[in-house]
Antibody
């Protein structure tokens, strides 16, 4: 069974940094393309970015609102996905989810429970 | 960015009803669309991928259709556990974008 567990959320002040982690289990993490998605309070879902597998070049694609501030990375030896967030803004307040890929492989289509990030002075 | 317009935003229905939710893309996305179900406090669960392919373990009362710009999710006979929020996701081009969601409530 695919399991994704996010951690690292919490309260930060504007301008500060946080690093989120997402531990994967129950599938071949190293072969999975992974995503980060967020949902601000009372708002819709927003895709943040995707990192391909190392085998596929570990290419990263990300969304304009976070480009240059958020960095996606992965440590396949730990089966863990990361989101390094810097220069946090109040608009970054959201639940952050990690997800597996969007295609039809056996490990695609799964989401973690999310971790809440609150940015407030 | 591709805009995904989902309708309706909310829907009241009864157990046993047949309901359909639609997503319209602002430009063609082939069949690069998934549907998800989300219950309060829970992780979203994928129902459909490739516009019409049932995710493993999802009941057959769920079905998806469409290609290009018009897509739909149909629940053939609502069950009590189906009252939730549903949303679509296009992954044809970056940035991936979501529909605004449909909250399905008990009538």
């Amino acid at each position: 069974e695919v399991q994704l567990v996010e951690s690292g959320g919490g309260l930060a002040k504007p301008g500060e940094s946080l690093r989120l982690a997402c531990a994967g289990a129950g599938f071949s993490f190293s072969g999975a393309w992974m995503n980060w998605v967020r949902q601000a309070p009372g708002k819709g879902l927003e895709w943040i970015g995707r990192i391909k597998s190392k085998r596929d070049g570990e290419t990263i694609d990300d969304a304009a609102p976070v480009r240059g501030r958020f960095i996606i990375s992965r440590d396949d030896s730990r089966s863990t996905l990361y989101l390094q967030m810097s220069g946090l803004e109040t608009e970054d307040t959201a639940i952050y989810y990690c997800t597996t890929g969007v295609t039809g492989t056996s490990h695609d289509g799964y989401w973690g429970q999310g971790t809440l990030v609150t940015v407030s002075s | 960015d591709i805009q995904m317009t989902q309708s309706p935003s909310s829907l009241s229905a009864s157990v046993g009803d047949r309901v359909t939710i639609t997503c319209r893309a602002s430009q063609g996305i082939r069949s690069d669309l998934s549907w998800y179900e989300q219950k309060p406090g829970k992780a979203p669960q994928r129902l459909i991928y490739g516009a019409s392919i049932l995710h493993r373990g999802v009941p057959s009362r769920f079905s998806g259709s469409g290609y290009g710009t018009e897509f739909s999710l149909t629940i053939s006979s609502l069950q009590p556990e189906d009252f939730a929020t549903y949303f679509c996701l296009q992954h044809n081009s970056f940035p991936f974008t979501f529909g605004q969601g449909t909250k399905l409530e008990i009538k």
